[in-house]
């Protein structure tokens, strides 16, 4: 059984970073992609950041592209979102995924398996 646990989420100002954690169990890391989706109040879930584990390609969405960075712990079986600039927009709770697919069709379309999520609060 596929589990994803994530960890990390909180309450920063403007301004400040983040770093989520996403620990994986139950299939073979390097045959996925992992990654993240968030959900805003009142908005869809939108894909965040995703990584191929086995060559470490990722995809990010426009969002977020030069504030975060998505990393692989391959010994853990753990992936990383180092979140920094954040902005009130980039409140949401941020759900962990993973499908054994490419970084980028993770994020945008097919999803095989989904975390608790953790809840990220950024205050202007």
């Known amino acids: 059984e596929v589990q994803l646990v994530e960890s990390g989420g909180g309450l920063v100002q403007a301004g400040g970073s983040l770093r989520l954690s996403c620990a994986a169990s139950?299939?073979?890391?390097?045959?996925?992609?992992v990654g993240w989706y968030r959900q805003a109040p009142g908005k869809e879930r939108e894909g965040v950041s995703c990584i191929r584990i086995s060559n470490g390609r990722a995809y990010q969405a426009d969002s977020v592209k030069g504030r975060f960075t998505i990393s692989s712990d391959n010994a853990k079986n753990t992936v990383y979102l180092q979140m920094n600039d954040l902005k009130p927009e980039d409140t949401a709770v941020y759900y962990c995924v993973a499908a054994p697919e490419y970084a980028e069709r993770l994020c945008t379309t097919q999803v095989d398996a989904w975390g608790q999520g953790t809840l990220v609060t950024v205050s202007s």
């Open positions: 139950g299939f073979i890391f390097d045959d996925y992609a």
